[in-house]
């Protein structure tokens, strides 16, 4: 069959979209290094303080000098130093993807193929492509490089940050995409799977082991990751936003039948149904009922082959739910706990108060007051533990 080109006629809006993705700035992130250097100043001032501190303790203060060293400085100052050295490492594996694809490669891949968007804490993008994931802050990853992906939960004060971790079949190790939430992972997670369906999800014990493997029988040579390429081919199909977005005008397709249903069965989710037989269409030029019946048919492959994965129950929206409900419980029953203890406290420290010394009617106007005032401001948060305490019940039923 003769190739043809599918035509596409991109509206304002995508073409305003397309400006601002020519703004990205493929810059390691300098978070690592000035974290190093803080530390290692640090570790050095700690060092100096206890040098001037100890000198002239005799020995023991040597003793002191040498376990002060050995446990805080000399970590301090090591984990400093890895952290410069990521930072370095990490600026030249980028350096190394954008001559390998070509910058203006990833740039058009990521214009006119991204799948799924992430958005971070301060407006930070990681996008996943057709062939890639793009965070121009920290790697340019092919799919084929990875052999292990997880959530990740780093703890803070203010609470935990979710982040997808990914480990490479070299042993690389990335964490992108922080602050992100459950139902967004399963789904960069299963982009992930139906690019690779070697990739190991979840973090357990047996995966950790054979990853450990995996990297040795790379380093061994007995791991070879295809090359990937980022040709600008016109035979290449559109995003599926652009599908959504766009007005086609469709000349018979250069796109075959197979080469869409492969693309078909890589860059849409299961829950992407509709959207796929509407790129089917567009990209083939086959009827409605011709179209639904295929990628009917791919996605049914695609569950029975395995290549779909499970949602962990306690991702689910039920057991999130679930979650929240008890949170709000015990929130409530800490408040109530809290507003009894400190009513409590309050009103017998006035009364001891009040008891020991003698009073005027001023004093006792004020000691009033006071017993109303701690009522109603120690009642008012028992009643908001109760109210939290009841809607978590609720919740629950």
């Known amino acids: 069959m003769p190739s043809e080109i599918i035509c596409v006629r991109i509206p304002v809006k995508i073409k305003e979209k397309m400006k601002k993705l020519e703004k990205i700035n493929f810059k390691t992130s300098v978070a690592n290094i000035w974290l190093g ?25 040597i003793i002191a000098m040498v376990l002060l060293t050995i446990f805080l400085n000399l970590p301090l100052a090591a984990v400093g130093i890895m952290a410069i050295h990521s930072y370095f ?22 214009e006119s193929h991204t799948l799924y968007t992430y958005s971070g804490f301060f407006g930070d993008k990681t996008y996943f492509t057709d062939k890639l994931i793009v965070d121009p802050k920290t790697a340019i990853i092919d799919y084929n490089e990875i052999s292990y992906m997880y959530l990740r939960v780093s703890s803070s004060k203010t609470g935990c940050v979710h982040s997808l971790g990914l480990e490479l079949w ?35 014990k047996e995966n950790d082991a054979t990853q450990k493997k995996r990297v040795a029988d790379f380093k061994n040579g007995n791991k070879r990751i295809p090359c990937l390429r980022l040709d600008d081919d016109i035979t290449t199909p559109v995003s599926q936003e652009l599908v959504q977005m766009q007005e086609v005008s469709i000349l ?40 639904k019946s295929v990628v009917d048919r791919i996605f049914a492959n695609r569950q029975s082959e395995g290549k779909v994965l499970r949602t962990p129950y306690e991702w689910t929206p ?15 029953i800490i408040i109530m706990i809290i ?8 009103t017998a420290g006035t009364c001891i108060i009040s008891y020991f010394y003698p009073m005027t009617l001023q004093d006792i106007l004020a000691f009033i007051v006071a017993l109303i005032g701690h009522l109603v401001v120690f009642g008012g948060l028992f009643v908001i533990g109760l109210w939290l305490f ?7 039923q």
């Not at 803080?38 to 501190?53: H, K, N, P, T």
């Not at 490492?89 to 070509?102: D, I, N, Q, T, V």
């Not at 197979?258 to 693309?263: I, L, T, V």
């Not at 992407?272 to 179209?291: H, Q, S």
């Open 170 to 204: 070299d042993g690389t190790q990335m964490i992108i995409c922080n602050g992100v939430k459950n139902a967004q992972i399963m789904q960069m997670m299963q982009l992930c799977f139906q690019h690779n369906s070697q990739i190991m999800c979840g973090r357990t």
């Open 339 to 346: 507003a009894v203890v400190l009513y409590v406290m309050m």
């Open 89 to 110: 490492a990490a600026s030249k594996k980028m350096s190394y993807k954008l001559r390998e694809y070509g910058e203006d490669k990833i740039l058009a891949n990521i």
């Open 252 to 291: 018979p397709t250069a796109m075959s039948p197979s080469a869409a249903q492969e693309y078909v069965a890589k860059n849409f989710l299961p829950t992407e149904n509709i959207k796929a037989i509407n790129f089917y269409r567009e990209a083939t030029g086959v009827g409605l009922a011709e179209a």
């Open 318 to 332: 039920e057991a999130e739910k679930k979650a929240n409900a008890q949170a709000k419980k015990v929130g409530g």
């Open 390 to 396: 009841k809607r978590g019940k609720a919740d629950t």
């Open 37 to 61: 250097m803080f530390l290692l100043i640090v570790s050095v001032l700690f060092e100096c303080v206890a040098i001037w501190g100890f000198r002239e303790d005799g020995r023991d203060g």
